[in-house]
């Protein structure tokens, strides 16, 4: 057998609305709520599973996005108010950046984690 990520945790303090925010941006659904976990299933069945904390670490999430799911969630994004960047140090705000033929931003959830969305031809990290 191969081996595979199944699932990550995320740690954030109000379960609900993060992965509610995120699943909107993507253009997904959370999954019914699983323990003290709200899921959210990836195309490639890795789930994110949203755990409440009392104090969060930000951490970094880079989802790989075809150009036509770049383009609805940045729109989303934009309608929503929130602001994005070109770099993860977040110094360029409103700006796509194009690093190898590919697309990207990075973005804060509720909780502060950077989020990133990129598509092929963008180096992960």
């Not at 195309?43 to 904390?53: E, F, K, Q, S």
């Not at 989303?76 to 990207?104: C, K, M, Q, S």
């Amino acid at each position: 057998m191969s081996v595979e990520l199944n699932h990550t945790i995320v740690c954030v303090t109000d379960r609900e609305k993060s992965a509610e925010f995120l699943a909107g941006i993507l253009g997904l659904r959370t999954e019914p709520v699983d323990g003290p976990f709200v899921p959210i299933r990836l195309a490639n069945g890795v789930t994110l599973d949203y755990l409440r904390v009392d104090r969060v670490t930000s951490q970094h999430y880079a989802f790989l996005v075809g150009d036509d799911e770049f383009d609805a969630a940045l729109a989303r994004i934009e309608a929503a108010g929130v602001t994005y960047w070109a770099d993860p140090f977040h110094e360029r705000a409103g700006e796509v950046n194009d690093l190898n033929g590919g697309r990207g931003i990075y973005f804060e959830d509720p909780d502060g984690h950077n989020l990133e969305l990129l598509t092929r031809g963008q180096p992960c990290g």
